[in-house]
C-alpha cells in the first residue's frame, strides 16, 4: 500500500500517505479515467482501456481515480492536513573557477 500511496501522489498532485495498517503484496488491477491534468501522464504504449498504462483517449464515463480506489478496492482516500518534508535553501553561490 505505501507504494501505491508513493504512486498516487503524482498524479493528486500533493502528498498521499498510507493509513491502511496493510503489509506485504498485493496484486490488483486499478481502472480510472484520469481528469486533463493527469491525462498526459499515464499514456503508455499499449492500446485498449483506458488504465495507467494505454494510449487511448480519456474515456469520460470512466470513474475518477478517487471513485475507482473506493469501488475496486474499498479504500478511500482523505484529504487532510499534516507535515511534510521541505527543503529550505539559506544560500547560494556561483561556483568559483578551478
Known amino acids: 500500500m505505501t507504494a501505491l500511496a508513493e504512486l498516487l501522489t503524482q498524479p493528486m498532485d500533493r502528498s498521499v500517505v498510507d493509513k491502511?495498517?496493510?503489509?506485504?503484496?498485493?496484486?490488483?488491477?486499478?481502472?480510472?479515467?484520469?481528469?486533463?491534468?493527469?491525462?498526459?501522464?499515464?499514456?503508455?504504449?499499449?492500446?485498449?482501456?483506458?488504465?495507467?498504462?494505454?494510449?487511448?483517449?480519456?474515456?469520460?464515463?470512466?470513474?475518477?481515480?478517487?471513485?475507482?480506489?473506493?469501488?475496486?478496492?474499498?479504500?478511500?482516500?482523505e484529504s487532510q492536513k499534516g507535515p511534510v518534508e521541505v527543503l529550505v535553501i539559506d544560500h547560494a553561490e556561483k561556483p568559483s573557477e578551478n
Not at 478517487?66 to 482516500?77: H, K, M, V, W
Open 20 to 77: 491502511t495498517g496493510l503489509t506485504g503484496i498485493s496484486d490488483f488491477k486499478l481502472q480510472w479515467t484520469p481528469d486533463e491534468s493527469q491525462g498526459a501522464m499515464f499514456k503508455g504504449t499499449e492500446p485498449g482501456p483506458q488504465t495507467p498504462t494505454s494510449t487511448s483517449s480519456p474515456d469520460s464515463s470512466g470513474p475518477s481515480v478517487f471513485t475507482a480506489i473506493q469501488e475496486q478496492l474499498g479504500l478511500r482516500l
